[in-house]
C-alpha cells in the first residue's frame, strides 16, 4: 500500500478509536447521571435511595442516616447565604447523623401525596423518613395506617413542651403518630397605601373600590371556611360550624363569589405567589397565611385577623411507614421541641410554635418578636380561631369540583 | 453463518423499538384502561367500560379546550411571527457573531423554567416596567389597564417560553438554502414585493390585529366590537402594507420561503403541541376564566384524585392535537416538509 494509504488508514484508525472511547464515556456519564441524584430537591442533594443503614443493634440504639426530611418552604432557620441551617448542622455536630433536608419539597399536600401514594399503598420504603404535612392531610395519612407510631421514650421534650391546645385532636387524640411543626393563621392581608383605609373584616375584600384587585387562595378550606364565616356573620348561610361545612354550604359560597369572579373583582385564585403580587402592587387585598406577611412582606403590608374568625392550621411531622432511619427521626422531632431551639426556629420561621414557653424565650433573641400578634395571637383572637374543616370521601369530591368551578379548573 | 438480510434492520432498530414499548406503548395502554374505569382512589378503580367519561369529560370542560387551542394557537402564530425574521437575521446577516447570537436565544434556558414564568408575574405587574412605560410614559392605555391575570399574559409567557423552539428549527432550515439561488432570483428580475405586498401585506396586517383584538378579549364576538375594532385593524393594515411592500422583497416570497418550509414545520410542530398542553402559563399568568385543558388534567389527577377523567381528558387533547397535525401537513404538502423540491 502507498503511504499516503497507509497513513490515512491509521488516521482513520484512531479516529475511530477515539469516537468509541468517548462513545463509551458518555454512555458511563449517563449511566451514573440516571442512577444518581433523580428527585427534584433545590438543594440537590435528596436522592429516594438514602445511604446504607446499619440494622438497629440489640444495645441502645444508634441514630442511622441520613435522614431524608422532606419540607415545605421557608420553613427552617437559614443562615445568609440561604442554605445551611444551624438548627439542622447542631443536629449533625450532636448525633453524627448527616440531615438530607429537602427546603421547598412539599408545595401543596395533595400534591406531594400524590408521589409517595403508590409506595405508601405498596407498603414499601418512600424514601422519606420525616415529612410535614397539614392537619387534613395527615389525618388522612394516619387514618389509612401510613404513618409509623412514634416511640415516646425517645421523644421526652416533645411530650413536655408541647402546647396543650394541640392536643387531643379526634384523629390521634392519644399523639401517637405526629407532632406539629408550626402553626399558622389564615386572615387577611392588604397594603395599607393603596387600599387607602384598614380592612378589618373578609367582607372587605369584596368592597367595589377594591376590583380585580383582591386575590383568593386556592387551598379549598381556607378559602370556602373564611367565606362561610362571612356569610354566617351577613346572616345569608346555615349555623354549621366552618369545621363541618356541608356540600349546600359550599354551594352558597360558591354562589356568592361565583359574580365576583366573573365580574374580574376576584382576579386569581393564587398560593403564595400573592407575595409577588404585593410587591408589584398588583394586589391590593388577598386572603393570606399568617407568616409570609410576618417575614417577607413590604413596609405597607398589613396581615389582620378578621372579626368574622380566622383559621389556625398546623403543619405535622409525621414519619411515613416504611421510614428506614425512624429512630433519627425521633429524635429529630425531639430536637426541635427544645425550648431554646424552638425559640430560634420560630423567630426566623415567624410563624407560630407549638412549643411552650416561646414566648418569654424569643424575647431574648429579639424583643419584639414576643410582642408580635402573628406569632403569639393574642387571647380573644385565639377565642375566634376555627381549625379547618374535615372532610368525607364523597363530599370532598363534591365540594371540590363546585371549588372547581370558580376556579375554572 | 450468514445472519439473514431481513434481520439487520429489526437488530438496529431493536433498542429504540423496547424503549418505546416500555415507556410509552404500555403506559398509553394503561391509561387507556384508566379513562374507561370507574371509582374512586378509595375505593380503587376498575375497568367497567364507561365510555361515557369521554363524552362527559369533552362537555364539561368545552371552555378549557377552546382557550387551550385559541392560546396555543396563537403562540405558534406569534412565535413565528417574532421567530422567522431574527432566524433570518441570523442566518443570512449574522456573519461571525451566528454563534453568539444563537447562544444569546437559548441563554434564558439556562434558569428554570418555574422561574422564568414567576418573573415574568413581576415584569407584567401592574407596577411593572411594561405598564409603567405604556400607562405613564406614552399614555397609549387607561389608569386602571392591567396585564397580568390577562389572556395576553398567558399568550405572552407563552410566547417567550416557547420562541427558542422555533427559532432553532427555521435556523437550520434557513442556513441551508444555496445563495446562488437567490442570486439567480435577482438577475431574473426580482425586486420588492410591490403589488403583492401591498395587498397580502395589508390583508395579513389588519387580519392579525383582528385576530388578536378578538381572541385576547379586547373586542367583543359582536358587530358592535368589530366596529369598535376597526380603527386598530386599519393602522395594522397600513404597517402590514407597508412592510410588505417595502421590506419583503420577491425573491424572499418565491426562493427562501418555499425552501424554508421544512422548518417552519417543525418549529411550528415543536411549539403548537407543548403549548396547548402546557398548564404552567395559564396557572401562574391567568385567571379562573383562562385554565387550559393542562390545568383541568393537572387538578383531576392531582387535587380530585379522578383519574378517570384526567386520563380521558389527556386522550382527547391528544387525538385534537393529532388531527391538526394531519391537516397542517396535508395544507403544507408532504414533498415541501422533507425538502424534496420547492
Known amino acids: ?409 | 453463518m450468514r445472519r439473514p438480510r431481513w434481520l439487520i434492520p429489526w437488530l438496529l432498530m431493536a433498542p429504540g423499538l423496547l424503549w418505546l414499548l416500555a415507556f410509552f406503548v404500555l403506559p398509553n395502554l394503561q391509561m387507556v384502561a384508566m379513562s374507561l374505569s370507574s371509582g374512586t382512589i378509595g375505593t380503587g378503580f376498575q375497568l367497567t367500560w364507561e365510555f361515557n367519561n369521554y363524552l362527559g369529560a369533552f362537555g364539561r370542560f368545552p371552555d378549557n379546550f377552546r382557550n387551550s387551542l385559541v392560546y396555543g394557537g396563537l403562540a405558534t402564530l406569534l412565535t413565528f411571527l417574532i421567530g422567522y425574521p431574527l432566524a433570518y437575521g441570523i442566518a443570512f446577516r449574522g456573519g461571525r457573531y451566528k454563534n453568539l447570537l444563537l447562544f444569546l436565544v437559548i441563554a434564558p434556558f439556562f434558569t428554570s423554567f418555574l422561574i422564568r414564568v414567576i418573573s415574568w408575574r413581576i415584569i407584567l405587574g401592574d407596577n411593572g416596567p411594561i405598564i409603567a412605560i405604556a400607562r405613564d410614559v406614552l399614555s397609549l392605555v387607561p389608569a386602571n389597564f392591567s396585564i397580568i391575570n390577562t389572556p395576553l399574559a398567558v399568550v405572552s409567557g407563552l410566547t417567550y417560553q416557547f420562541l427558542p423552539f422555533m427559532v432553532l428549527p427555521l435556523y437550520v432550515s434557513l442556513e441551508k438554502i444555496d445563495h446562488r439561488l437567490i442570486e439567480a432570483a435577482r438577475d431574473l428580475y426580482a425586486g420588492p414585493w410591490r403589488r403583492g405586498g401591498l395587498v397580502w401585506g395589508a390583508a395579513g396586517g389588519a387580519l392579525l390585529v383582528g385576530v388578536l383584538l378578538f381572541a385576547l378579549g379586547y373586542a367583543d364576538p359582536s358587530l358592535d366590537g368589530l366596529l369598535g375594532s376597526l380603527p386598530v385593524m386599519v393602522v395594522g393594515g397600513f404597517a402590514g402594507a407597508g412592510i410588505g411592500s417595502l421590506l419583503v422583497s420577491e425573491s424572499f416570497v418565491r426562493v427562501t420561503f418555499p425552501l424554508s418550509l421544512p422548518g417552519v414545520f417543525a418549529g411550528s410542530i415543536l411549539v403548537f403541541i407543548p403549548a396547548i398542553g402546557d398548564f404552567v402559563n395559564a396557572e401562574l399568568l391567568g385567571n379562573p376564566k383562562t385554565q387550559m385543558v393542562g390545568n383541568v388534567i393537572q387538578g383531576r389527577f392531582l387535587q380530585q384524585n379522578d383519574y378517570p377523567t384526567a386520563a380521558a381528558l389527556s386522550f382527547i387533547l391528544m387525538a385534537a392535537i393529532l388531527v391538526a397535525i394531519a391537516i397542517y401537513a396535508r395544507v403544507l404538502g408532504t414533498e415541501e416538509l422533507t425538502g424534496g423540491r420547492a
Open chain 1, 1 to 409: 500500500m502507498s503511504e499516503h494509504a497507509t497513513s490515512r488508514i491509521q488516521a482513520a484508525l484512531s479516529r475511530r478509536r477515539f469516537l468509541q472511547g468517548t462513545t463509551l464515556a458518555g454512555f458511563g456519564a449517563f449511566l451514573a447521571a440516571c442512577s444518581g441524584g433523580s428527585s427534584p430537591s433545590p438543594t440537590g442533594a435528596a436522592s429516594p435511595a438514602p445511604g446504607d443503614t446499619t440494622p438497629p443493634s440489640s444495645g441502645p440504639q444508634q441514630p442511622t442516616g441520613p435522614l431524608n426530611f422532606a419540607n415545605w418552604d421557608a420553613y427552617v432557620d437559614v443562615e445568609d447565604d440561604g442554605v445551611t441551617s444551624p438548627t439542622l448542622v447542631e443536629f449533625t455536630e450532636t448525633y453524627g447523623v448527616e440531615v438530607n433536608y429537602a427546603n421547598a419539597q412539599i408545595e401543596d399536600n395533595a400534591g406531594f401525596v400524590a408521589t409517595i401514594r403508590p409506595q405508601l399503598q405498596a407498603g414499601v420504603d418512600t424514601g422519606w423518613d420525616l415529612i410535614v404535612l397539614t392537619d387534613w392531610m395527615a389525618a388522612k395519612i394516619v387514618e389509612a395506617g401510613w404513618a409509623e407510631k412514634i416511640d415516646e421514650a425517645n421523644i421526652p421534650d416533645a411530650v413536655a413542651n408541647l402546647r396543650d391546645e394541640l392536643k387531643g385532636l379526634p384523629w390521634d387524640p392519644n399523639q401517637e403518630y405526629h407532632y406539629p411543626w408550626q402553626s399558622g393563621a389564615t386572615g387577611i392581608g392588604y397594603n395599607s397605601v393603596s387600599t387607602g383605609r384598614e380592612l378589618t373584616k373578609v367582607a372587605d375584600l369584596f368592597d367595589p373600590a377594591f376590583a380585580t384587585k383582591v386575590t383568593l387562595l386556592n387551598e379549598v378550606r381556607d378559602t370556602l371556611s373564611l367565606i362561610h364565616r362571612m356569610l354566617q356573620a351577613q346572616g345569608l348561610a346555615s349555623d354549621n360550624p366552618s369545621e363541618e361545612l356541608t356540600v349546600e354550604d359550599v354551594q352558597a359560597v360558591v354562589d356568592y363569589v361565583q359574580p365576583f369572579v366573573d365580574s374580574g373583582h376576584i382576579r386569581a385564585f393564587t398560593g403564595n405567589e400573592y407575595l409577588a403580587d404585593f410587591g408589584t402592587g398588583t394586589t391590593w387585598a388577598a386572603i393570606v397565611w399568617s407568616g409570609d406577611l410576618a417575614s417577607s412582606a413590604g413596609p405597607d403590608d398589613v396581615f389582620v385577623y378578621p372579626e368574622e374568625g380566622s383559621n389556625i392550621w398546623t403543619d405535622n411531622m409525621l414519619i411515613p411507614k416504611g421510614a428506614k432511619n425512624k429512630y433519627t427521626a425521633e429524635l429529630m422531632v425531639n430536637w426541635v421541641y427544645d425550648v431554646e431551639r424552638a425559640a430560634r426556629l420560630a423567630n426566623w420561621i415567624y410563624y407560630i410554635s407549638p412549643v411552650n414557653g416561646v414566648a418569654d424565650a424569643i424575647t431574648e433573641l429579639d424583643p419584639e418578636a414576643g410582642d408580635n400578634p402573628l406569632l403569639f395571637p393574642p387571647a380573644d383572637v385565639v377565642a375566634k380561631q376555627h381549625p379547618l374543616p374535615n372532610w368525607s370521601e364523597a363530599d370532598e369530591s363534591a365540594i371540590l369540583d363546585l371549588f372547581s368551578t370558580l376556579t375554572g379548573e
